[in-house]
């Protein structure tokens, strides 16, 4: 082996180590994704706010006597349901912020460095496109969650004042206080101004949630779809194949002076 190519294996073990010890812990560290985590955290308060409205108006409903305001309780029952489910999306993202850079540093690109190193050993030049493409999809890892984040914001930020209303609408309810004037004594009323309150209310609630399903669980399922057709893309064609002309050029320079 050459003083040439065993500097190129010393350097791609070199990164590979920089890329498992420091970047990856790096990447995991909740201050270097800070902008990301608001956003979804202000998504979860908001999402267990509305969920908790929806459930506490559902119960106070069924307190009244009579058959009047079953349909709207139950219906408000329903979308707690979902609304639970879309606090699980965030979650779930929210886990993944740091985990998806942690497998990227720690797996793809050492992984990337190491074909390489097969490359300069053995000389198979063909080797190069694999690490190439190892790479990118430690990359694509990288970015997905950021990136559905960010398309995701971009979206909800137009519905962002819907939302809003919908939160102050529920504290104008007055739902969990007991004091005299509360929505539950408004109700044994059942008032024209009460029940336009709830109902506007319910209306909000399912505008609300309609935004949050499309921001927290459509838009990211269609960013990793659409990410994992391009990888699938990138292994079954030649869109990461290099000119073989090049591929020669390359292999022929790393392996000069055997």
């Known amino acids: 082996m050459t003083l040439k190519k065993f500097t190129w294996i010393v350097v791609l073990i070199l990164v ?7 970047v990856a812990p790096w990447a995991v560290k909740p201050e270097n994704h800070t902008h990301t985590m608001e956003q979804t955290e202000e998504k979860i308060n908001t999402v267990l706010t509305l969920s908790g409205g929806a459930a506490a108006t559902a119960a106070t ?8 305001c079953t349909p709207i309780a139950e219906q408000l029952s329903e979308l707690a349901k979902y609304f639970l489910l879309i606090l699980s999306a965030l979650y779930l993202e929210k886990f993944l912020i740091s985990i998806s850079g942690y497998i990227a ?10 074909v390489l190193c ?12 694999v690490a190439g493409k190892i790479a990118l999809i430690g990359l694509v890892i990288y970015m997905i969650v950021p990136a559905s984040v960010k398309l995701s914001d971009m979206v909800y930020q137009t519905q ?3 939302v809003n209303e919908t939160v102050e609408e529920y504290n104008e309810l007055d739902i969990e206080s007991d004091s005299e004037g509360g929505i539950l004594d408004e109700l044994t009323t059942l008032t024209s101004d009460t029940v336009d309150r709830v109902t506007k209310f ?24 659409f990410l994992v057709l391009l990888v699938k893309m990138i292994f079954t ?3 990461m194949t290099l000119d073989s002309g090049v591929i020669d050029l390359i292999a022929e320079k790393v392996s000069k002076k055997r």
């Open 160 to 162: 962002v004042s819907r």
């Open 237 to 239: 064609s030649n869109v």
């Open 118 to 129: 097969g490359v300069v050993i053995f000389g198979k030049k063909s080797w190069i496109a």
């Open 105 to 114: 540093f720690s797996v793809f690109i050492p992984l990337a460095c190491l």
């Open 61 to 68: 409903l069924s307190l009244l006597p009579g058959d009047m």
């Open 16 to 22: 590979a180590v920089i890329s498992f010890t420091k």
């Open 202 to 225: 319910l209306s909000g609630l399912l505008e609300s949630l309609a935004v949050m399903i499309v921001t927290a669980c459509v838009i990211p399922i269609l960013v990793f779809v």
